[in-house]
């Protein structure tokens, strides 16, 4: 079983910045890919970041593009969003899943995303 938790979410003015954290427990978490989703009040939950389990290779969701970066360290057994230009539509509940895709040739669909956590709030207000 893994276990993750999330933090760092807050409240910040339009065009500051966050940096979250996910921090895993339990079995092996280096080896998994790692990805960031998020979700608005009545939306769906949207994909925001992805990122191997080597730290290699990873994708951002076009929304995001040049304002996030996802990165990990596998010695803390913990994956990192930095968030900046941050935006009102950017305000969601933010998530982190592992994956069982090591490779990251592609983004892996919500299904083969294994474990979640809890979550952090993120508002952004003009």
């Known amino acids: 079983q893994v276990q993750l938790v999330e933090s760092g979410g807050g409240l910040v003015q339009a065009g500051g910045s966050l940096r979250l954290s996910c921090a895993a427990s339990?079995?092996?978490?280096?080896?998994?890919?790692m990805g960031w989703f998020r979700q608005a009040p009545g939306k769906e939950r949207k994909f925001v970041a992805a990122?191997?389990?080597?730290?290699?290779?990873?994708y951002d969701a076009d929304s995001v593009k040049g304002r996030f970066t996802i990165s990990r360290d596998g010695a803390k057994n913990t994956v990192y969003l930095q968030m900046s230009s941050l935006k009102p539509e950017d305000t969601a509940v933010y998530y982190c899943?592992?994956?069982?895709?090591?490779?990251?040739?592609?983004?892996?669909?919500?299904?083969?995303?294994?474990?979640w956590g809890q979550g952090t709030q993120v508002t952004v207000s003009s």
């Open positions: 339990g079995r092996t978490f280096s080896r998994y890919a």
């Open positions: 990122i191997s389990w080597s730290g290699t290779t990873t």
């Open positions: 899943a592992t994956s069982s895709v090591t490779g990251l040739s592609y983004i892996p669909k919500p299904v083969e995303y294994n474990y």
